[in-house]
C-alpha cells in the first residue's frame, strides 16, 4: 500500500527579523533531523523594511522547502500568523516566532504529543526570567484581566503551538478580522495538551513590541473573547442609581430641616463621579462599534503581495508520496 511521510508546515511570522532567519532555520533543521517528518518553512514576511524578505529568498532559491509569503505592509504579528495558516497544506503546523525566543528543542516533543493524538500542542512559558520587569507585570496583570472577563486561565499562554490540519481547516474556516491567535485556539476547543518551556534571550534585533502596542492587543484580544466590559457598565449603571437614590433622600432632608445650601460639595463629586461613568460606558461601547465597523467593512485581514517558491513546495509533497 502506498504510504506517505507525514507533512509539517513551519509557520514563521517576520517583521524586521533579518538577523534570525539562518539562525531559526538552521535550529529547526537541527531538532527535525532524527525524525520521519517532511518540513516545509512558511515565512510570512509583515512588511519589514529592513533585509527579511531578501534573507528568505536567497535561502528560498536553494531550498525547495522555503517558501515565503510576502504582505503588502506590516498588518502586525495576529495578521502574519493568520496568513501563514491560510497557506498551510501540510498535516500540521508550528507556529513560532522568528526571534528563537521559543525554543526549537522542543518541537520534537510537540511533535511527540500530536503523534499521541493532540490536536493542539500549546507551548507555555513556565519562567520569564529573560523578558523584562515591565513586560512581565504588563503580562501578569493583562493575563488577569483576560481571565476575569474570559474566564479562560491565560497565564504562560504563548503563540508557539502545534496544530494538526482539522485545527487549522476550523481556524482558517473563521472570518474573524481582530484575532487573537490564543484566544481562538482556546476558544475552538478540540484536544489541547500542554507543554512548558523558558524563554530564551532574543536571538538578534528588538522587540517589535511598545506600550501602545500592547494595549491595543489587550483590547483587540479582550473585546473580542468577552462581552462582560459591557455588562460591567449595567452593573455600574445600578450601582449608581442606588448610590443617587441615597443621596437623594440626604437632599430631601437637608431641604426638609433647612440645610439645603450645604450640599454643593456633594453636588461637584456626585457629578464628578456620574460623568466618568458615563464617559467610561461611552469609550466602552465605542471600542465595541469600532470593532463591529471593522468586521462589517469586510475587507481581508491582510493583503498578499508576492510569493516566494509556493508551486514548488506542492512539488516537494508530491514528491514525498512514495
Ligand atoms: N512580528 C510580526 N509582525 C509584527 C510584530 C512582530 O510578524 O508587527 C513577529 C516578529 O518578527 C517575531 C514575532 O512576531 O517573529 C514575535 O515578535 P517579538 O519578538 O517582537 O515579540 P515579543 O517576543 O517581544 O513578544
Ligand atoms: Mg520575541
Redesign the pocket.
Known amino acids: 500500500m502506498e504510504t506517505r511521510k507525514r507533512t509539517i508546515d513551519v509557520v514563521?511570522?517576520?517583521?524586521?527579523?533579518e538577523l534570525?532567519i539562518l539562525s531559526l532555520v538552521d535550529r529547526v533543521d537541527t531538532h527535525l533531523a532524527g525524525m520521519e517528518y517532511l518540513c516545509t518553512f512558511i515565512f510570512?514576511d509583515?512588511?519589514s523594511s529592513d533585509n527579511t524578505c531578501l534573507e528568505i529568498r536567497k535561502l528560498a532559491s536553494s531550498r525547495d522547502n522555503i517558501c515565503l509569503v510576502k504582505l503588502s505592509r506590516?498588518?502586525?504579528?495576529e495578521a502574519?500568523?493568520a496568513a501563514g495558516l491560510k497557506h498551510c497544506a501540510s498535516d500540521g503546523a508550528i507556529i513560532i516566532?522568528?526571534?528563537l525566543?521559543h525554543p526549537p528543542h522542543l518541537i520534537p516533543d510537540m511533535i511527540g504529543e500530536w503523534e499521541k493524538g493532540a490536536h493542539i500542542v500549546d507551548a507555555v512559558k513556565t519562567r520569564r526570567r529573560k523578558?523584562n520587569i515591565f513586560?512581565r507585570m504588563a503580562s501578569a496583570v493583562f493575563n488577569k484581566i483576560f481571565s476575569g472577563l474570559t474566564g479562560i486561565d491565560f497565564a504562560g499562554a504563548s503563540?508557539f503551538k502545534l496544530l494538526d490540519r482539522k485545527a487549522i481547516g476550523i481556524l482558517n474556516s473563521i472570518e474573524e478580522k481582530t484575532r487573537f491567535f490564543r484566544g481562538l485556539t482556546h476558544w475552538i476547543g478540540l484536544h489541547h495538551v500542554t507543554l512548558e518551556f523558558e524563554v530564551e534571550d532574543?536571538n538578534a534585533g528588538?522587540?517589535?513590541?511598545n506600550t501602545l502596542?500592547l494595549f491595543r492587543l489587550s483590547i483587540d484580544a479582550v473585546t473580542s473573547h468577552s462581552q462582560r466590559p459591557l455588562q460591567i457598565v449595567s452593573v455600574l449603571g445600578v450601582f449608581t442609581l442606588m448610590f443617587s437614590f441615597l443621596l437623594g433622600i440626604q437632599t430631601l432632608y437637608n431641604k426638609l430641616v433647612g440645610n439645603a445650601f450645604s450640599g454643593f460639595t456633594t453636588v461637584i463629586i456626585v457629578m464628578l463621579i456620574l460623568s466618568s461613568v458615563i464617559m467610561i460606558g461611552i469609550g466602552l461601547l465605542g471600542t465595541y462599534l469600532s470593532k463591529i465597523y471593522d468586521e462589517v467593512k469586510g475587507r481581508p485581514i491582510c493583503i498578499v503581495e508576492d510569493y516566494g517558491n509556493y508551486r514548488k513546495r506542492d512539488a516537494t509533497i508530491e514528491a514525498a508520496v512514495e
Request: with cysteine; glycine share 10%; net charge negative.
Open positions: 514563521i511570522p517576520c517583521y524586521n527579523e534570525n510570512v509583515d512588511g506590516n498588518f502586525g504579528k502574519a500568523i516566532d522568528a526571534d525566543q523578558e513586560r503563540d532574543r528588538t522587540t517589535k513590541w502596542g
